[in-house]
């Protein structure tokens, strides 16, 4: 399963708050959590009380939130700058003559999408008449099913043709315990109306909304109003049937921590699986996927009694029920191509913008290649990359010195660092096929259609020939990020990164450790954090490939590193979750360790901090920074800066910190990493 510790979110929140610091009047809501004094003028802020006060206050206070949507910071500067940029091609081919592109080549492809959104948004219809003939003969396809074995046959078409599984979660990724093989990975069942299992498990009202909408979706579907209120009142009781028999801490695991969730699942050979359902099997399942009951030995499953649950409702009795929902889920995938004569809403873009988007939203992968042809600077990449080779080396430095970790614990993570496999920059653009011209269909619902099915070719292919590990296809170019593969031993850093304050050729080479180096750093951790420590060097889930007083030893460093955290707050008295967090912040102290070691003199020290604080400037209003708390796995920005720097000796040095500042901890408090 591809799978990725992000290592930053784009809009990272936080308040220039906690640490007695500045909070900017324009930021708060009107009831504030102190009395204190607030400090509106930026140069006041000492680097003692509030380094990340110090370096970005002015910048941020500078910023218009409102016209940002509620959060901002660098991160999201730099993503405007390249979405300009993305902007900028897009229109820059539709501008040109369409005869000079070879048919199938990206440059093709982007101008006929283009044109063909754009007519179709300023017409108000994104269906032909074929294509309604089209909707209406699936729908009828749908009502028409006489018995279970054909609504399992139905049921892969929908897979195939329209990425939608009416009864089963399914997708495909890399085998958790052979991750160059492809499997199948069996998530717990969804209500295509968007119900949440925790609100219908309990029936009552919420019961009835659910009733709503498929009787909505009925009648736009063309059903007679009595037949669809009787129908959709039964679809939703067996719906809460399901919500009753589905582990609802479950979902909240998944929710909360996918990474760590997916972990609990378990592997079922198709024995087990014909045992937990003994009435559709393996067979059946497979039969959803459009494939032949020998194609999978076994599937990953997370909720067994779920499944059974499920099993048991697939007969006859319930036939009616399960086309409700297979008609919902194909509802589902083409709700923003539907007219509003069947149920659709209007545009409501400017048209060149909802062009704009749907080209980014359809043809992601061929938009990164032109992206790259155009912002791939050779001398960037090279620089880049012997930041990391500088940093990787420097890893094991650190690693040999660490008091903690036994001589066999220190080679096997040497092996994993020699094995980890780095994608910096972009991938090379694929060979241009004329075949991929036919990508385009005549309107934009039969374009949707064309595109979903070469999705699931894919899928397939993954599944009979398995993964090649590469990086690069684990964020597009022109995302501002980086990540960890943990099922490759990968990391990827996108071109779209390498931009000021990450990295920049007018930049010193501290700050540029201090941006893209921490970045680097950050994401190399990941590999040895408390969810990485369970992946071998060729990215197999092997929890126990450290040996175990290794492990513990580990434990026990991260407890300390998890109590450091949860004495952190933002807004004077919101604590951060140590928990949630951990494996990010392992990663921001590795980071930040690392690239300092890589520094001589104080004065690079204090740039490469400086120009550290200045990635993680970061505003945002404060309930959004508040939600967060409870569901990033990140430490808000504020933390990210001022938990972090006031770990390392240098920050004492360069600003002078003593008792008594609000940054300072006391030696015995800091907690170290390796
Ligand atoms: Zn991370």
Same mark, same amino acid.
């Given at each position: 399963m591809k799978k990725r510790v992000a290592a930053m979110l784009l809009m990272t929140s936080v308040l220039l708050s906690g640490c007695g610091s500045?909070?900017?009047?324009?930021?708060?809501?009107?009831?504030?959590?102190?009395?204190?004094?607030?400090?509106?003028?930026?140069?006041?802020?000492?680097?003692?009380?509030?380094?990340?006060?110090y370096v970005n206050a002015e910048y941020l206070?500078?910023?218009?939130?409102?016209?940002?949507?509620?959060?901002?910071?660098?991160? +999201?500067?730099?993503?405007?700058?390249?979405?300009?940029q993305v902007d900028g091609i897009i229109e820059e081919i539709v501008n040109g003559d369409r005869n000079t592109y070879a048919p199938g080549s990206n440059e093709q492809l982007i101008y006929d999408a283009y044109y063909q959104v754009l007519e179709a948004s300023c017409g108000g219809e994104f269906m032909n008449d074929e294509d309604i003939t089209d909707m209406l003969s699936t729908i009828a396809k749908i009502q028409s099913i006489q018995n279970i074995e054909e609504f399992l046959e139905l049921s892969g078409e929908l897979y195939e043709e329209w990425n939608v599984n009416p009864i089963f979660?399914?997708?495909?990724?890399?085998?958790?315990?052979?991750?160059?093989?492809?499997?199948?990975?069996l998530?717990?069942?969804?209500?295509?109306?968007?119900?949440?299992?925790?609100?219908?498990?309990?029936?009552? =009202?919420?019961? +009835?909304?659910?009733?709503?909408? %498929?009787?909505?979706? !009925?009648?736009?579907?063309?059903?007679?109003?009595?037949?669809?209120?009787?129908?959709?009142?039964?679809?939703?009781?067996?719906?809460?049937?399901?919500? +009753?028999?589905?582990?609802?801490? !479950?979902?909240?695991?998944?929710?909360?921590?996918?990474?760590?969730?997916?972990?609990?699942?378990? %592997?079922?050979?198709?024995?087990?699986?014909?045992?937990?359902?003994?009435n559709v099997g393996m067979a059946g399942l497979l039969q959803t996927m459009g494939l032949p009951a020998d194609a999978a030995d076994g599937v990953y499953l997370w909720d067994a009694g779920q499944l059974t649950k499920i099993d048991s409702l697939l007969t006859e009795k319930h036939l009616?029920?399960?086309?409700?929902?297979?008609?919902m889920c194909y509802r589902s995938s083409i709700s923003d191509l539907l007219t509003e004569e069947y149920?659709?809403?209007?545009?409501?873009?400017?048209? =060149? &913008? %909802?062009?704009?988007?749907?080209? &980014?939203?359809?043809?992601? &992968?061929? !938009?990164?290649?032109? #992206?790259?042809?155009?912002? #791939?600077?050779?001398?960037?990449v090279e620089a880049v990359c012997e930041i990391a080779e500088e940093i990787t080396e420097e890893y094991k430095v650190m690693i040999e010195d660490c008091n903690w970790l036994s001589a066999e614990g220190k080679s096997a993570i040497r092996a994993k660092l020699d094995n980890m496999m780095y994608f910096i920059g972009a991938d090379d653009p694929h060979t241009v096929d004329p075949k991929d011209a036919e990508l385009i269909g005549h309107s934009a619902y039969d374009?949707?259609?064309?595109?979903?099915?070469?999705?699931?070719?894919?899928?397939?292919?993954?599944? &009979?020939?398995?993964?090649?590990?590469?990086?690069? +296809?684990?964020?597009?170019?022109?995302?501002?990020?980086?990540? %960890?593969?943990?099922?490759?031993?990968?990391?990827?850093?996108?071109?779209?990164?390498?931009?000021?304050?990450?990295?920049?050729p007018e930049q010193t080479d501290a700050e540029n450790l201090g941006g893209i180096g921490a970045v680097i750093g950050h994401e190399i951790s990941h590999a040895f954090d408390n969810q990485g420590m369970k992946y071998d060097s060729n990215g197999n889930y092997e929890p126990d490939w450290m040996p175990e007083k290794d492990r513990e030893a580990f434990d026990e460093m991260a407890s300390h590193i998890e109590e450091y955290y949860s004495r952190q707050k933002i807004l004077e008295i919101h604590p951060v979750d140590g928990e949630l967090t951990l494996g990010e912040n392992l990663a921001d102290i590795s980071g930040v360790d690392c690239i300092l070691r890589l520094t001589k003199t104080n004065e690079e020290r204090k740039e490469l901090l400086e120009n550290y604080a200045r990635v993680w400037a970061c505003v945002s209003q404060k309930d959004g920074a508040l939600a967060q708390l409870y569901s990033d796995v990140h430490s808000p920005a504020l933390t990210r800066v001022n938990a972090v720097v006031a770990l390392f000796d240098p920050f004492y040095e360069i600003y002078d910190v003593k008792e008594g500042d609000a940054m300072y901890v006391a030696p015995e408090e800091r907690v170290t990493r390796w």
């Open positions: 500045a909070v900017p009047e324009e930021f708060m809501e009107e009831e504030q959590e102190t009395d204190e004094e607030v400090i509106l003028d930026p140069a006041s802020i000492r680097p003692q009380d509030d380094f990340n006060g206070m500078g910023l218009d939130l409102d016209e940002h949507k509620g959060s901002y910071g660098s991160f +999201q500067a730099v993503q405007d700058l390249v979405d300009d979660g399914l997708s495909v990724g890399s085998d958790m315990h052979n991750s160059s093989a492809g499997s199948i990975w998530e717990p069942f969804s209500d295509p109306s968007g119900s949440n299992p925790r609100n219908v498990s309990v029936g009552g =009202n919420m019961g +009835q909304v659910v009733a709503m909408y %498929y009787r909505k979706a !009925l009648i736009d579907g063309g059903m007679d109003g009595d037949e669809a209120k009787e129908r959709s009142v039964n679809t939703a009781r067996m719906i809460i049937d399901i919500a +009753q028999a589905t582990d609802l801490d !479950l979902l909240e695991r998944m929710e909360k921590d996918w990474d760590v969730a997916m972990q609990t699942a378990q %592997y079922k050979t198709a024995e087990e699986i014909d045992a937990i359902c003994p009616k029920e399960w086309q409700d929902i297979a008609l149920g659709g809403q209007p545009v409501l873009y400017s048209n =060149n &913008k %909802y062009a704009l988007d749907a080209v &980014k939203l359809i043809l992601g &992968k061929e !938009l990164g290649e032109e #992206y790259a042809e155009r912002y #791939y600077d050779e001398q960037t374009t949707q259609h064309r595109i979903n099915k070469r999705d699931y070719r894919e899928r397939m292919d993954i599944l &009979k020939n398995g993964i090649e590990r590469n990086g690069f +296809q684990s964020m597009a170019p022109m995302a501002v990020n980086a990540c %960890y593969s943990p099922d490759m031993n990968s990391i990827n850093i996108t071109l779209a990164i390498m931009n000021a304050p990450f990295y920049s």
